[in-house]
């Protein structure tokens, strides 16, 4: 029997989701309206995975997310949110979900999309686990995964092409089993090329020397993008995972990777982009006949709040502060729109402006400090969780019932190695939470 936790805010959503994953019978679905409810049941049990709301009271899914994996927590997780937010897709693979999911307006093959997801993190996990202890059972495992998978060994000889591989790439097994010299990349290059599997057994390589963007490090895997790829004949975008694998003596014996094409997110991106640069120019003919600056932050408040348009929002609060330089919350929600957009460093600069202007507000503290995570979370730069740990205890001193705050602050503290005050800023929070509660259920 296979055991989700789902956690949602919605009890509509939790009762039907969980009815749908249990008709099969192979599934046991607990279900949780908060983050925090869902922190006390994992305390006291595990599950084989975990599927989560974005959007929830008081702590989202990828703050929930986080401090499972703070705290060592495996379990395969999967994001489960509405639509017009692809930028909480690249958030969530990098702090490690393992799948992401929209809700969308056909509950049949969503359900059954989640239904899939599900069972290929746990396989996924499975495999990951096992193969550490047997080649042999390695290559069992990887060539019934559901996931574009292939593996190499320390001397870069292929020893597992998957079905998904096949399919993947129009290649078969036989025709790529035992090759060497990098040809497994040829499917995806048009050419010989290392692939981010290569850097995993040679360390010493840069892998921006190969075209890989957003590279990070998680213990012994690699996590990169690339936009170089071709499949079937057209340009592709692909999230790559390698992870190195080692014997008991700790020696690299070779290495898995597995493939996502996220194409298609990109290329959301940026057909937003265009329709965003169409609306800004209708933007100037508002200016030109005279919307006032509320009217600006007004509409722009309605873009970012409602409908999640950050980019529309971001030209609303610039053509406020055209208007009023001293406008102190259009500065902060543009500074919020940037965050959500991922351009930490130009959000960094709105949130020093509003300081500038109102040094009291604890608010823009914890949103700088989670400029700074990010950036360190992403740059492996320690001296950035240094700065969002200070912005933290700022945001603290004026408000000391910031559950993000501390959460967040947690986290800086686990990336620091200061496991014992990481453990009791994790406890403030959930406690502060569980007051919360308590409150809106009297």
């Not at 192979?26 to 974005?54: G, H, N, Y």
Request: glycine share 6%.
């Amino acid at each position: 029997m296979i055991t989700v936790l789902f956690v949602d805010d919605e009890p509509a959503l939790l009762e039907i989701t969980r009815l749908f994953l249990e008709r099969s019978g192979e599934m046991k679905v607990e279900t949780a309206r908060s983050a925090l409810e869902a922190l006390e049941k994992i305390k006291t049990r595990t599950f084989d995975a975990i599927v989560s709301d974005f959007e929830m009271p008081l702590m989202d899914g990828i703050v929930f997310l986080k401090i499972l994996r703070a705290e060592g927590d495996q379990t395969p997780f999967i994001i489960f949110t509405g639509k017009g937010r692809e930028h909480v897709a690249m958030d969530a693979l990098n702090n490690r979900a393992d799948f992401y999911l929209q809700k969308g307006d056909d509950p049949r093959s969503q359900f059954a999309e989640l239904d899939r997801m599900i069972r290929q993190a746990i396989q996924r996990k499975a495999a990951e686990e096992s193969i550490r202890g047997s080649d042999r059972l390695m290559v069992e495992i990887i060539g019934n995964l559901p996931d574009a998978t292939f593996a190499i060994d320390s001397e870069g000889k292929v020893i597992s092409w998957n079905r998904e591989m096949e399919i993947l790439t129009g290649v078969k097994a036989s025709d790529m089993l035992g090759k060497t010299n990098v040809e497994y990349s040829v499917p995806f290059y048009g050419k010989p090329r290392p692939m981010l599997i290569d850097l995993m057994i040679r360390p010493e390589e840069d892998p921006g020397r190969y075209s890989f963007t957003n590279i990070r490090h998680e213990g012994n895997s690699l996590v990169a993008e690339t936009s170089e790829a071709r499949m079937g004949g057209k340009p592709a975008t692909l999230w790559i995972r390698a992870t190195r694998i080692n014997n008991p003596k700790g020696e690299v014996i070779g290495a898995i990777e597995s493939i996502r094409d996220i194409t298609e997110i990109r290329s959301l991106e940026r057909e937003r982009a265009v329709k965003e640069e169409k609306e800004l120019e209708i933007g100037v003919f508002d200016r030109i006949f005279g919307k006032s600056a509320h009217a600006w932050f007004k509409k722009g408040l309605d873009l970012y709040y409602k409908q999640g348009k950050f980019m529309d929002a971001i030209q609303c609060f610039d053509r406020v502060i055209e208007m009023e330089p001293g406008h102190v919350q259009a500065w902060q929600d543009k500074g919020v729109c940037l965050k959500e957009l991922g351009r930490y460093e130009e959000a960094l600069q709105c949130f020093d402006r509003v300081i500038t202007l109102s040094p009291s507000n604890p608010e823009i503290y914890y949103f700088k400090g989670e400029c700074l995570e990010k950036i360190g979370k992403s740059t492996g730069d320690f001296e950035y969780f240094e700065k969002a740990l200070k912005c933290f205890d700022q945001a603290l001193t004026l408000d000391n019932k910031n559950v993000n705050a501390w959460n967040y602050r947690g986290v800086c503290l686990k990336e620091l190695r200061r496991m014992e005050e990481a453990k009791r800023s994790f406890e403030q929070a959930q406690m502060i939470l569980r007051q919360s509660l308590q409150k809106s259920y009297d």
